[in-house]
């Protein structure tokens, strides 16, 4: 199956000046294609539960028109979390969907999926959101939610990666941006870097240059996806319109 992850999304529909996030400039030709000066940025929705670095990092991108896409909001499971701190800094919204708030886990995800939908994004990114997101979300972003993981993917999926790749001795690790499915870190695989394992390093040191590799493999990526599309067909997920 070809997915076509990046339909307008509600807030697009009659949109003048092209469709965002893959229909753009990389792949329009002919009289009717749009100008890239002209084409509106792909509208990112950001969930975060932690310090919000990775987030920076797209906030750090997303004023370059060239770059493809915008942070239009950050929505966090905990409301102290720091990344709401850092999207508030930003002037982009933020929304709080605590799990404590609701009286169940299908509450919480529907309530979820309704605080992304407001924003209409076309792309969903996750970057450091440490929650599994339920069908509610996982239906209305098949093929457009993308998840940023600090391991080489299959390799040490959950919560504990970095700890686990330690503890098992592994030489080098690195960090993956996979589509998101129902499982544990177990979607197509979008990009991967490696990072090497050095003698001295603890949870926090290896991490550490993880989230920097982490960081520039997020903003490259995101801004390819934006600019020129996500195929999934399987297991296979390729940055463009075309499948092999
Ligand atoms: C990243 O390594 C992410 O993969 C992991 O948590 C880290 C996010 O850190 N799940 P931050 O909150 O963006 O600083």
């Not at 799990?99 to 309704?114: E, H, K, Q, S």
């Not at 926090?204 to 240059?209: G, I, V």
Request: glycine share 12%; with cysteine.
């Amino acid at each position: 199956m070809t997915a076509r992850p990046h339909p307008p999304g509600p807030s697009d529909r009659g949109a003048p000046d092209g469709d965002p996030c893959g229909t753009g400039a990389g792949t329009g030709t002919g009289p009717t294609a749009p100008r890239p000066s002209t084409r509106r940025p792909g509208r990112i929705v950001v969930l975060a539960s932690g310090a919000g670095s990775t987030l920076a990092a797209l906030l750090a991108a997303h004023d370059d028109p060239a770059w493809g896409a915008h942070v239009v909001a950050v929505v966090s499971d905990r409301p102290g979390a720091g990344a709401l701190d850092v999207a508030r800094s930003a002037g982009v919204p933020t929304a709080v969907v605590a799990m404590a708030d609701f009286p169940d886990r299908l509450a919480w995800d529907r309530a979820l999926a309704d605080a992304v939908g407001v924003f209409g994004p076309d792309l969903v990114v996750l970057a450091g959101f440490m929650r599994l997101v339920g069908p509610p979300l996982l239906e209305s972003y098949a093929g457009r939610m993308l998840n940023t993981h600090p391991a080489l993917l299959p390799a040490f999926p959950g919560a504990h990666a970095v700890r686990d790749a330690l503890a098992h001795g592994v030489r080098v690790t690195g960090c993956s941006l996979i589509v998101v499915d129902a499982g544990v870190d177990s979607g197509p695989i979008v990009a991967q870097v490696p990072v090497p394992v050095l003698d001295d390093d603890d949870e926090a040191s290896l991490h550490e240059r993880i989230k920097v590799a982490e960081r520039v493999m997020l903003v490259e990526t995101v801004g390819r996806v934006a600019r020129d599309g996500l195929t999934v067909e399987g297991r296979h997920a390729r940055v463009g319109r075309r499948f092999r």
